[in-house]
């Protein structure tokens, strides 16, 4: 006899329930009713890339994360012991480290990834099909990504990206724009945020104020988790990266800095007056925070002179958003980017674009109680079946009931009343409709309201709307 296996599913990756795909379909329609609003239009790509379309792109850590697909079933089959040591002795001396010879074997039988994110696929696209759009183009994405990260709460392996990307133009309108679509979609969903913003500039202009220009990318990327280890640990990451004290004492105070947006302009100000790229970044944002004043947003925004966005393609203005009532991490982020279509062969396209955690914002709606009950409901009648001719005698209420948009169900076997009254009840369904061979010869039906217990009788032609379904 075969061994039975256990059922289970990857680690960081979730099934969902009929009463969850409810709920996450509602974040799915809220959020692509916002993106239409705003003119918006829908693409697709597919679940996976050719891996040079995605190497390179989330700089050392986020590589570390794609998850590579075999060519085939039997990819190590020409693989051989000898194969291995070539592709080990063809690396340089200096690089012959695990990472760089699991590389060279794994680039050996992959090709492909699963998608990262939804950016450098949109970049890609836009490139490839440039002769078909028009610029400036504006597209929204809803599909899921891939990473493989450390599965904890609030962090998965697999989960859903909403994107909305505006690309093909400089102007800093797109930027509130993507302020406005944050406000417009949390307002909906009645959660409390903050908008945090920076930008890539000001970063750079901190870069070299420390000392390190050439050490941006290893600044960022120990700048991004303070929210996750503080600012001691990163620290100690940044003297690991050889970023010295001295250097780290003219970032510390920037980093630790509470004030109102005036100040804090005022102090990085400061701090980059000697960069170019600083202080641009800093004129960027006073701009960018004068129109958010005009467009009087109702969510709360500030600038975040710690965030950093450790993704090495954002070049100007970055975003984050946090819920203020769950604690969680950030539930929404983006930025501006000024040349990744450069790197598949068009460059001088600057797109920005933000992207919408629909995981986290599930859990978020679901912590808070957010989900409306009509959002997340199934059934709202269900139809008794008592004998063949009961159940043939309801169907035409079914029909008048699902053409008014009232979701129904007939029982489908013939069954005892209590055992149908049983299935209403676990599949929360409010409404029964009754009807044995005595309503069938009165030409009416019973209709149950299982919230309240209240019962009714009803002529047929009458029932589709003799209740508030």
């Not at 994405?141 to 962090?155: F, Y």
């Amino acid at each position: 006899m075969a061994q039975v296996q256990k059922p289970s599913i990857p680690k960081g990756t979730r099934d969902f329930s009929p009463e969850q795909m409810a709920g996450r379909n509602y974040i799915f329609d809220t959020i692509r009713s916002v993106f239409k609003n705003y003119g918006y239009k829908p693409i697709e790509t597919p679940s996976m890339e050719n891996l040079s379309t995605l190497l390179g792109k989330y700089g050392e850590e986020g590589d570390k994360l794609l998850f590579k697909i075999l060519n085939s079933g039997d990819a190590f089959s020409g693989i051989s012991t000898a194969d291995l040591s070539k592709l080990i002795s063809q690396a340089p001396e200096s690089s012959l480290t695990p990472e760089i010879n699991s590389n060279a074997l794994s680039l050996r039988v992959c090709e492909k990834g699963l998608r990262y994110d939804l950016t450098v696929p949109f970049a890609r696209y836009v490139v490839q099909h440039r002769n078909e759009i028009t610029f400036p183009f504006k597209r929204y994405q809803i599909q899921p990504v891939w990473r493989a990260d450390r599965p904890q709460k609030g962090r998965y392996r697999e989960f859903y990206q909403c994107d909305v990307d505006v690309i093909g133009s400089n102007s800093l309108l797109n930027e509130l724009e993507l302020v406005q679509i944050v406000d417009d979609v949390f307002r909906a969903f009645g959660i409390n945020i903050c908008i945090k913003i920076n930008n890539r500039k000001i970063l750079s202009g901190l870069a070299e104020a420390m000392g390190f220009p050439d050490k941006l990318v290893d600044i960022t990327i120990a700048m991004d988790k303070i929210d996750k280890i503080g600012i001691e640990a990163v620290k100690e990451e940044m003297l690991a990266r050889s970023i010295d004290k001295k250097g780290f004492s003219v970032l510390e105070p920037v980093l630790s800095f509470k004030g109102t947006t005036a100040q804090k302009l005022a102090l990085i100000g400061n701090v980059v007056a000697g960069s170019s790229s600083g202080c641009a970044g800093v004129e960027e944002l006073k701009a960018l925070f004068n129109l958010i004043d005009e467009a009087q947003i109702s969510q709360q925004v500030e600038i975040d002179l710690s965030l950093a966005r450790g993704l090495n393609y954002y070049t100007g203005a970055i975003f984050e958003v946090k819920a203020l009532d769950f604690t969680i991490g950030s539930i929404c982020g983006g930025g501006r980017y000024d040349n990744l279509t450069g790197i598949f062969g068009l460059p001088d396209v600057s797109g920005v674009g933000i992207s919408f955690g629909a995981d986290r914002i599930y859990d978020v709606l679901l912590g808070l109680e957010k989900f409306p009950k009509e959002a997340i409901g199934g059934t709202k009648v269900l139809l008794s079946n008592l004998d063949e001719a009961s159940a043939a005698y309801l169907l035409p209420l079914a029909n008048k009931l699902r053409k008014n948009n009232i979701s129904c169900e007939l029982y489908p076997d013939v069954a005892k009343l209590k055992k149908q009254f049983e299935y209403a009840q676990k599949n929360s369904i409010p409404y029964f409709v009754i009807a044995g061979e005595s309503e069938v010869n009165a030409g009416t039906v019973n209709i149950k309201n299982l919230t309240t217990g209240e019962q009714i009788t009803v002529p047929l032609a009458e029932a589709h709307v003799s209740c508030q379904w």
